[in-house]
């Protein structure tokens, strides 16, 4: 199976940034989509963002365009999230995901906490 590791996350002051980066091990095959999710305290859980295997679809919640944007190294089985303009709405914890054919891998989750 797939194994994914976050890291990245931490403690900013609004209008600060971070990068997000999520690395999968194991056998991995082509054509499959990453995304990044965050829940904060008490609230659902939400897609951030997410984006295709070529990089030709992305996805952005309404409320992070503009400040955030999803990448990815397929050379690296990697994704990453640059988070700018962070606001303190974006403290949550946010898990990395990937998505291959029926099967979802989900990461281990990094914190994300944005002071005023």
């Known amino acids: 199976q797939e194994h994914l590791v976050a890291s990245g996350g931490g403690l900013v002051q609004a209008g600060g940034s971070l990068r997000l980066s999520c690395a999968a091990s194991?056998?991995?095959?082509?054509?499959?989509?990453m995304a990044w999710f965050r829940q904060a305290p008490g609230k659902d859980r939400e897609l951030a963002a997410a984006i295709s295997w070529s990089g030709a679809i992305i996805y952005y919640l309404d409320s992070v365009k503009g400040r955030f944007t999803i990448s990815r190294d397929n050379a690296k089985n990697t994704v990453y999230l640059q988070m700018n303009s962070l606001k303190p709405e974006d403290t949550a914890v946010y898990f990395c995901?990937?998505?291959?054919?029926?099967?979802?891998?989900w990461g281990q989750g990094t914190q994300v906490t944005v002071s005023s």
């Open positions: 194991g056998r991995t095959f082509s054509n499959y989509a």
């Open positions: 995901n990937l998505k291959l054919a029926q099967f979802r891998y």
